[in-house]
């Protein structure tokens, strides 16, 4: 910039010295132009090409094209890990250091085939599964293919398979990789042999038809001790006990392993694990259990007998939910521990054991999704999925609500509350508003939100004098949202929103209010209440603003409420909804209605008793018409704001809150809260 | 010309200056090659032969594994199946004896003991007991032998609350440890049960509630406070970096304080190094409803087995960069930080405030061990009021207690069991059963005839079942869990109560909103008695109240369950003794429960007056029975009253509208 304004000023006086030079100059600088332009319009598209180039070789190649490491039979064997091993021992959180967003990074290291010094291969190429959970791995969020930034590695070498692998081999491939480092920060996956099983039958259709045995044992190779404790269980308790074996006598070409025996009866496997409520899961030969994928996945609820077996994903999954775990010792008792067990819980199960399967063991990717948020939750334990998040199914999480208020918690009235005024230019309203309500003994400070651009606020000794302090929060924006921003001066928790012409309220109701508020401080505590209805002849929701019986929302005009609803409405609204009100200039009270009865899942409390309100509804001076127009606005709002959340969350209760002597037969002096109702 | 060449040079620059903006960015992209390119990631590559690849398994593997023979049980690996023998519990159920404890003895443990003894657990007889409790304690110097009926350990409980050196004077064997704050190494998970570091000067009983006022965090409070190796706590704003760590900035500038030890931390996350002597911090943070955040400690957390501690605490890796933890707790969205705060409350009044708590807890994770399937849910652990409160033998369903319904998605279902209880005078309450049974929401009405007059051969008809169930009770019976009773709600009443119709239909659908609450239409208020320096209560009508009169009040059945099966026998002797005292003892349980006070309704005018043949122990309790809430007041360790300045009315009740709009006409009679 600074160049060109020189040059420009010198220009003139150059040109005229260079009168027979000056084509020549023209010509020379416009061809440099014009080769800047080309070259700039090449830079455009070069880069993109030299990219994309990049991107061809890697894509698309074959498994068994990948280079080949020769091990030389004494290449360095890994030091033997430590079993003491924990996360905060070995597992080095400083390479996580880089990661962004509370989420770990993952490198996976290019595959390699390894042979040894006579050219036989270390390990068999590798799996379908591990091919899959290396894709599911790299498409996921977690990967990073910048090895400096990684957090944690997965090698590319599959053993997954412990019985097709030449172990010390393996282990002196590991101990090839480039950050290996005592293993340190990486990843190893082992699965049993029968994995996530691809049996290719019906299974997936959930049979709600009563299953036929009430414990069923499908594992072949039992030990025998733990084979006559099962076949006791059948002999004492008939038909509804079924323990199955190898087939020992199949014809030729059937698949052994989909056959299973009792006696010379034949089964189909995993089928029969359908007709089961309860199926045995016992310890064999391995660490794990590979029968509990087939038992899950046949909704058959697991009863596991296998002392010091850790179930999948234990840290995480509450498998007391989904499965029965019973002692070993305690085998014999096992019929008579699963029949005290109600049906109600059995179906619970599961539900809860269909949902495990679902969400975390159906397919590698959800195998490998799983594995790396425990992992990323224990880093970043801060950021951590919850409990409820990994354990409960879809429709409970739906129906459900986790009340952001849960704590029994009555505030101390010496908190007071903060009164918020919303207001545009009728000061003189605002001013009778602000003598009104600075009367109330458990007022703390008032808060006049001056929606007004275009004219100032009053100047400062204009203002009623009152014993809390007064602060005027200037706008940019005409919103109706302002009425909710969460100001840093709200320093109480409760709030009272009041709108500048509410001038009807008494200081015996609004203190009594703030008193309601304090008993039910996670609720919208109001005064005028309203009511949504289903219309039927429409099929849709109405506003309703009549005497009614009933109450579902209170106008934020006059309503005490929890600040943490101000952050609720400012920044967690769902959809558009938030600017939607504020286009409609209408509604932001119905709005935090919604907002605060679908975190909740609670009633408003309206208190005390009707009055004639200055209300919007009433504004419409000019009849009907208006009014007409206002009710059909609000309707439109309903059935809007229920078409956003997906639901209806508003409750109707047919109760207010009046003070315990309100109306009764006592001297008037006595009571705390005389003056409510009053006109 | 002039004005020509003056053009072009003006075009001239103008391109030059174009193609400068043009020209620069390509440049500089150019320039920086090694940036990481977020359009192409290169990823895992796609194999064109994916699909040609084996299973790392093939099927015919599977029954070639060797099977495995049990293991046998050996003391270094002891593990719940193993090493315990639940056989013992079945038959009088959960019964724990313990060891006299050998002179001299701690005071804490003296507390252990003396609630052991208290609760309904205790048994004296080693022969029927299914959990033996021996307590060590280090600091009392001498450790006793091996007692009597030890047994190679099974079915025993240390209790260590200290680090003791005493386990070497004879081998724990099969025993369970309950130890404070186990290191992580020796902890035997599912075996073993983890104590918090107790203070010496815990309570007995009761305990000191939380701190916490308010929901959120009061604003401009200090974000965190560090747990200093002196005992007391630093506090720092926001913006300090690892200084605070080593103390090397205490010359620094910003908000800093240190506290003494005694004091709690007033700051929104209090870090705990994971040093095992900071355990004893631990404890204080909860009260003090600071989030604990954990640097990875070396002890495991209180009662891990049970308590999800990632709803209440945060475990954090002493190794990130501050810098790194501090931010990611400043960026902590406040729905994160207002569960916490909030849990911290919760688990606190639940499990820890008190040595009762404690060892109740202790016992109850091992009876739910001993349970299996029929054990607490992770739900009713972790959410209010706690898994002391939420008995199993109840229910193992959520939505079955009054508790849960939010977290389940459920209603409490829509009808109510009158029940009646006809005491001496033997009067068969006619007109009180018509104008129940009048209600749409009633199913059945039970009549408890404890009178020695035989009840009338004949009732009213009414259009639900009335089933009388004869037979001399105590008081407390009233509160008998009976079988018979099949609706969620109860409405407990007298014979001498008078309620109409549209009473008890609008009680009704108020309790519907509050199931877990009394809502009852005739209140009692308890106060500070300054001259007896006791508590008091009161019928006098005054503009607050905190008890409800179960002569007619609407409740949850499940209240019945916890009244005779979990309060202490010598509390439900004193309300069978003092008539009165069974009204104060049932407020006192449903309040210590939801920690909230019960509901009002209104109720008629004109019997108001003439109050006293439904509250028939007159105007007000009698001088003798006063003491009863003092008494009360020690069984709980705490006044677990609330008290309430509102009623519940209907929408419209007397306001100036057309009767005939009004849904509850019979409550505006004057």
Not at chain 1, 12 to 19: G, Y
Not at chain 1, 661 to 675: T, V
Not at chain 2, 95 to 100: C, G, I, Q, R, W
């Amino acid at each position: 910039m600074c160049a060109a304004v020189k040059y420009n000023i010198r220009g003139p006086a150059l040109i005229p010295r260079m009168k027979t030079k000056h084509r020549i100059y023209y010509i020379a600088l416009f061809s440099v132009v014009l080769l800047g332009l080309i070259a700039t319009g090449m830079f455009q598209f070069w880069p993109h090409s030299i990219e994309s180039s990049n991107d061809w070789s890697v894509e698309k190649r074959s498994v068994r094209d990948v280079p080949v490491v020769r091990l030389p039979a004494d290449s360095p064997l890994p030091e033997r890990g430590d079993l003491s091993c924990r996360m905060h021992t070995c597992f080095d959180v400083y390479r996580c250091g880089f990661n962004p967003k509370n989420k770990i990074k993952v490198y996976i290291y290019s595959l390699k085939k390894y042979v040894d010094d006579g050219g036989v291969p270390v390990s068999s190429a590798i799996s379908r599964e591990y091919n899959e959970l290396l894709t599911a791995i790299s498409d996921s969020d977690y990967y990073t293919d910048d090895i400096a930034r990684a957090c944690l590695f997965v090698p590319s070498i599959d053993l997954l398979n412990q019985n097709t692998l030449r172990i010390k081999e393996a282990a002196q491939a590991l101990a090839q990789l480039s950050r290996w480092d005592r293993g340190t920060n990486h990843l190893l996956f082992n699965m049993l042999p029968g994995g996530p099983p691809d049996y290719n039958t019906a299974l997936d259709v959930p049979r709600d038809s009563p299953r036929r045995y009430f414990v069923l044992s499908s594992q072949m190779a039992l030990h025998p001790e733990y084979r006559e404790e099962l076949e006791a269980l059948q002999a004492k308790h008939g038909e509804s006990v079924l323990v199955l074996d190898k087939c020992t006598n199949l014809s030729e070409g059937v698949l052994s392993i989909r056959k299973r025996c009792h006696k010379h009866q034949v089964f189909d496997y995993p089928q029969v694990l359908q007709e089961a409520t309860f199926c045995v899961v016992v310890r064999g030969a391995r660490l794990g259990q590979a029968v509990l994928s087939d038992v899950l996945r046949a909704g058959c609820v697991p009863v596991v007998i296998a002392d010091s077996y850790i179930l999948p994903f234990s840290e995480v999954l509450d498998w007391k939910r989904a499965s029965v775990v019973v002692p070993e010792e305690k085998m014999s008792d096992v019929y008579s521990i699963l029949q005290s067990i109600p049906q109600r819980q059995i179906e619970e199960m599961q539900r809860q054991a269909r949902w495990f399967w679902e969400a975390y063991f159906q397919s590698i990717k959800a195998i490998a999704l799983a594995t790396l948020q425990i992992i990323n939750d224990r880093i970043y334990p801060y950021a951590a999925i919850s409990y409820e998040e990994w354990n409960d199914p879809p429709t409970v999480k739906w129906g459900s609500v986790s009340n952001p208020l849960f704590l029994p918690l009555i505030p101390p009235q010496s908190q007071g509350f903060t009164a918020i005024v919303l207001t545009y230019d009728r000061v003189e309203s605002l001013f009778r508003v602000i003598t009104e309500v600075s009367k109330v003994p458990s007022l703390s400070k008032l808060l006049v939100v001056w929606n007004n651009q275009n004219k100032h606020p009053p100047e400062e000794s204009l203002w009623p004098k009152i014993r809390v302090p007064l602060k005027v929060v200037r706008t940019a924006e005409n919103k109706l949202s302002n009425r909710f921003f969460p100001y840093d001066e709200i320093e109480t928790e409760a709030v009272l929103a009041i709108d500048d012409d509410i001038i009807m309220l008494t200081s015996d109701e609004l203190q009594f209010g703030y008193e309601v508020w304090r008993e039910f401080p996670d609720r919208l505590v109001g005064y005028p209440g309203r009511l949504h209805l289903w219309d039927h002849e429409m099929s849709k929701w109405k506003y309703e603003s009549e005497w009614t019986n009933e109450v579902s929302m209170v106008l934020t005009g006059a309503a005490f409420y929890h600040k943490y609803f101000n952050y609720l409405y400012t920044y967690k609204m769902p959809g558009d909804i938030k600017n939607w009100v504020d286009a409609h200039m209408n509604c932001e009270d119905i709005a935090m209605n919604f907002l605060v009865a679908n975190v909740t899942g609670k009633a408003v409390i309206k208190v005390t008793p009707r009055k004639k309100f200055k209300c919007p509804e009433c504004t419409a001076i000019d009849g009907l018409s208006l009014d007409q127009t206002h009710m059909v606005e609000r309707s439109e709002c309903i059935n809007k704001f229920a078409s956003v959340f997906g639901t209806m969350p508003l409750k109707v209760v047919e109760h207010r809150a009046d003070p315990v002597l309100y109306k009764d037969d006592f001297p008037e002096k006595l009571k705390s809260f005389p003056n409510i109702g009053s006109l | 010309m002039q004005s020509w060449r003056r053009k072009a040079l003006w075009l001239a620059l103008l391109t030059s200056w174009l193609l400068g903006l043009l020209g620069v960015f390509p440049l500089l992209r150019l320039a920086v090659p090694t940036r990481p390119r977020a359009e192409s990631p290169k990823g895992w590559p796609r194999w064109l032969d994916a699909e040609l690849l084996q299973s790392f398994s093939q099927p015919v593997e599977l029954p070639e594994d060797a099977p495995q023979s049990p293991l046998a049980p050996h003391n270094g690996s002891c593990n719940w199946g193993a090493c315990f023998d639940a056989s013992k519990c079945r038959g009088g159920g959960f019964k724990v004896f313990t060891y006299p404890a050998a002179d001299p003895i701690s005071e804490t443990q003296r507390r252990i003991l003396a609630s052991i003894e208290g609760s309904r657990y205790h048994t004296f007889s080693p022969a029927e007991a299914c959990l033996l409790l021996l307590s060590l304690d280090a600091s009392a110097g001498e450790c006793s032998p091996g007692p009597p009926q030890w047994n190679g350990g099974k079915n025993h409980l240390v209790l260590r609350l200290h680090s003791a050196s005493c386990s070497q004077t004879f081998q724990l064997g099969q025993a369970m440890v309950a130890e404070a704050s186990p290191t992580v190494d020796t902890f035997r998970p599912g075996f073993d049960v983890a104590l918090p570091l107790l203070p010496e000067a815990h309570p007995l009983r009761g305990g000191a509630p939380g701190q916490l006022r308010q929901h959120s965090p009061q604003p401009r409070v200090a974000l965190v406070a560090l747990a200093e190796e002196r005992g007391g706590w630093r506090m720092a704003g926001t913006n300090s970096s690892a200084c605070l760590w080593d103390g090397r900035c205490e010359q620094d500038h910003g908000r800093k304080q240190t506290h003494p030890g005694a004091t709690l931390p007033n700051a929104t996350f209090c870090l705990i190094p994971g040093r095992r002597p900071d355990a004893s911090r631990f404890l204080q943070t909860l009260q003090a409803g600071c989030i604990p955040v954990l640097l990875s400690p070396r002890w495991e957390l209180p009662f891990s087995e049970v308590i999800d501690w990632t709803k209440a605490a945060i475990v954090a890796d002493e190794r990130l960069p501050l810098q790194v933890l501090l931010a990611a707790l400043q960026e902590m969205p406040p729905t994160r930080v207002l569960a916490l705060r909030q849990q911290t409350q919760f688990l606190w009044d639940t499990y820890f405030s008190s040595v009762e708590k404690i060892v109740h807890t202790t016992l109850e994770i091992i009876q739910d061990r001993i349970l299996g399937v029929s054990a607490h849910p992770s739900l009713l652990w972790n959410s209010p009021p706690g898994a002391l409160v939420a008995l199993p033998s109840f229910s193992t369903s959520p939505s079955d207690f009054p508790f849960y319904h939010l977290q389940q998605g459920s209603r409490p279902a829509g009808r109510f069991s009158a029940l009646i209880w006809v005491g001496a005078p033997g009067q068969p309450p006619l007109k009180l059963i018509q104008a129940v049974a009048g209600s749409q929401h009633c199913a059945q009405i039970l009549v408890l005839w404890s009178s020695e007059k035989p009840p009338p051969p004949r009732w009213p008809e009414t259009a639900v079942p009335v089933i009388v169930m004869e037979g001399p009770r105590k008081v407390s019976d009233r509160f008998f869990p009976y079988s018979a009773i099949n609706t969620d709600a109860i409405l407990s009443l007298d014979a001498h109560s008078s309620l109409s119709t549209s009473e008890v239909d609008f009680a009704f659908v108020v309790w519907q909103s509050f199931p877990e609450r009394m809502v009852g239409f005739l209140t009692w208020s308890h106060f500070w008695d300054e001259a007896r320096n006791g508590w008091g209560y009161t019928a006098k009508r005054s503009n607050e109240f905190s008890m409800i009169l179960t002569s007619a009040a609407f409740y949850h059945r499940y209240y019945h369950t916890l009244f005779t099966h979990s309060l202490p026998k010598a509390l439900r002797t004193l309300a069978d003794e003092a008539p009165t005292c069974v009204d104060v003892l049932m407020n006192f349980l449903v309040a210590a429960v939801t920690k909230l006070p019960p509901i009002k309704v209104p109720y008629g005018k004109r019997r108001q007056e003439t109050r006293t043949p439904l509250a028939p122990r007159g105007l007000g309790p009698a001088p003798a029975d006063q003491d009863c809430i003092n008494q009360m007041t020690t069984g709980f360790g705490q006044m677990p009253l609330v008290s309430s300045r509102l009623r519940l009315d209907p929408v419209l009740f007397k306001d100036p509208v057309s009767v005939l709009r009004k849904k509850y006409r019979s409550l505006e009679k004057p």
